[in-house]
């Protein structure tokens, strides 16, 4: 076994701590490497906070991991000593049910393997993420990381990146689409530097009327305030599209009514409570709202290529692993332009 050092929660009810642990040994088909940053992504604390369904403690979060290989199984083909790499929100799948079978392992029918809080194939061995000082992961779950980027700003593209290009790319939006990006945070940074880059006409709607400047800066056209009556009324039937990256909660219908006819509401941030959506608001407009998680691996594989050709990488503030509970603090207030990352160095 690899002795590892991390931070973990050892409950719902207690912060972070750094906590030791083992990894497995590098098997045939495993490439380990060490963790250089790791992003921190708004379902860590949902999770170590077991706001969705309880967690398997103790737990040690992060799935926006980037570094450099040290070894490999025999058998690996795609990776060498040296060479960058990065994990993202699962570690395995069944590999062999319909729609592993068509690169969408995110919705493996047998249930992906998550980087955390999760179990491996064996079903009893649990899963522990990015913070920490390295990783093991089997050779299809690892990608390739180019070296024309920060690397501490590529990764937040393992989650924050991947959860905003997927549902544009199978929405296929683009040139002659008006695009809404609903939240300016994590998520929704992504979003409108993908949506600009694909060609969409971009509005951030956002209740903070601060953020303008970051939405132009980012290269959204528009920004609507969504606390001012009188902006929301103006924006009525406007969008082809909203991608909605808001984790608290928030009135869907409403939103809905900034739809065009056969306009589509798609929900990639999770509220900790249920939406209540009125059928009018679908019926009025034919309108749709769906939903959409991270994508498979070869989408992640060319999302990462896209931002190296495109020069896109998440706006990050650094931070200490020490600091991951003020971190938590600032982010549930929103004060974080956009993603925090931990610098691992300082574990």
């Known amino acids: 076994m690899i002795a590892t050092k991390g931070y973990a929660a050892q409950s719902a009810e207690t912060d972070l701590a750094p906590w030791n642990f083992e990894r497995r040994e590098v ?6 490497f060490d963790i250089l940053f790791c992003g921190v992504c708004h379902s860590d604390l949902h999770q170590i906070k077991n706001d969705w369904f309880p967690g398997i403690f103790p737990m040690v979060p992060g799935h926006e991991i980037v570094g450099r290989v040290i070894k490999v199984g025999d058998h690996v ?15 395995d799948s069944c590999q062999v049910c319909e729609n592993c079978k068509k690169d969408l392992e995110q919705y493996c029918l047998e249930g992906n393997t998550q980087t955390y809080n999760s179990y491996e194939r064996d079903g009893k061995s649990p899963t522990y993420g990015g913070y920490s000082n390295t990783i093991v992961v089997r050779e299809e779950f690892v990608l390739h990381v180019s070296d024309k980027l920060n690397l501490a700003a590529v990764a937040p593209l393992l989650c924050a990146g991947i ?4 549902p544009l790319r199978h929405w ?27 060609g969409a006409e ?11 400047a970051d939405a132009r800066k ?31 909660e928030h009135d869907f219908n409403m939103y809905l009514s900034l739809l065009k006819t056969d306009g589509t509401l798609i929900c990639v941030g999770v509220p900790s409570k249920p939406a209540e959506i009125a059928a009018f608001s679908l019926l009025g407009g034919r309108k749709s709202i769906a939903g959409s998680g991270i994508g498979g691996i070869a989408e992640t594989q060319e999302m990462l290529d896209f931002c190296a050709e495109h020069d896109i990488v998440s ?20 004060d974080v332009r956009y993603r925090f990352v931990i610098d691992m160095a300082t574990l």
């Open 27 to 32: 098997g045939p088909h495993d490439v380990q």
């Open 218 to 248: 980012l290269g959204a056209q528009h920004f609507v305030v969504t606390t001012d009556e009188a902006q929301v009324k103006a924006a009525q039937n406007s969008f082809d599209f909203i991608l909605d990256t808001v984790s608290a």
């Open 172 to 198: 296929k939006v683009g040139k002659g689409h008006k695009l809404a990006v609903l939240g300016l945070g994590g998520l929704g940074h992504m979003a409108v530097k993908f949506g600009v880059a694909f």
């Open 202 to 212: 971009v509005t951030v709607l956002s209740t903070s009327a601060s953020k303008e």
């Open 77 to 91: 083909t795609k990776f060498k000593v040296g060479d960058l790499a990065g994990t993202g929100c699962m570690v």
């Open 163 to 166: 959860t905003t290009y997927s």
């Open 315 to 334: 706006e990050i503030e650094m931070i200490d692993i020490k600091d991951i509970q003020s971190a938590y603090d600032r982010m549930l207030k929103g």
